[in-house]
């Protein structure tokens, strides 16, 4: 059985561009949550989407949006690309949303600004 | 506004050699507190929720309890692959009910 999966794995950026990453949850799972984690810090909560709405969004700036589709897999985006964005971007997937039985996540995708 | 504190940031230990790792929170309504292990270039990977002051939860060496303020993980006799960056997370109520990490404290066993 496939746990969360996230592409790419691995992204390099220049300042100023723009980037896409992509998550799908474990099958059954429909809320899907992105999180950034810069190194050394434990991660922050960017966005949750459960059933293909908007449920949460976290202290980021509107260069940062989401969304999720119908198959319930979802996509971050950001815009315009400082350095301080390079980090960790962590997608968690939940049976529902706010579940209390935890959030699997995935392996991440490795973000380098330069 | 939720806040997890761990400590300490990192130890070390000898194989064999008991610990505890200390997790302090402050949260409006407490719905569940998560420990999770991470490994380097990984994602956190779920190990316990507790729920309640007084619970306590076991899983092979480690064992979670939950007081009204803090949470403990005691690692009983350690191996070499307990190492890792161990996460506490607080989820209180609201709409998105998200996880509030703290920074980890990194967990090095030497054989």
């Known amino acids: 059985d496939a746990g969360v999966t996230q592409s790419p794995t691995h992204l390099i950026k220049t300042r100023g561009q723009h980037v896409t990453l992509r998550c799908s949850p474990i099958?059954?799972?429909?809320?899907v949550s992105w999180y950034q984690q810069v190194l050394g810090q434990g991660p922050q909560f960017i966005f949750q989407?459960?059933?293909?709405?908007?449920?949460g969004r976290g202290n980021f700036p509107d260069r940062f949006s989401a969304r999720q589709f119908p198959n319930y897999s979802s996509e971050l985006n950001v815009n315009a690309l400082l350095l301080g964005d390079s980090a960790l971007y962590l997608c968690a997937s939940s049976l529902a949303q706010g579940s209390i039985y935890g959030y699997t996540f995935g392996s991440g995708t490795r973000l380098t600004v330069v | 506004e939720d806040q997890v504190t761990q400590s300490p940031e990192a130890l070390r230990l000898q194989e064999g050699e008991s610990s505890s790792l200390n997790c302090s929170y402050t949260v409006s309504g407490l719905r569940g507190l998560f420990w999770y292990r991470q490994d380097p270039g990984k994602g956190p990977e779920f190990l316990f929720t507790l729920y309640s002051a007084g619970e306590e939860k076991e899983k092979e060496r480690l064992k979670a309890t939950l007081t009204k303020k803090e949470s403990f993980l005691h690692i009983t006799a350690p191996k070499p692959e307990d190492s890792a960056t161990y996460l506490c997370?607080?989820?209180?109520?609201?709409?998105?009910?998200?996880?509030?990490f703290g920074s980890g404290t990194q967990l090095t066993v030497l054989p």
């Open positions: 099958s059954g799972h429909k809320s």
């Open positions: 989407y459960y059933e293909k709405e908007e449920r």
């Open positions: 997370a607080v989820q209180a109520g609201g709409s998105a009910r998200q996880l509030t």
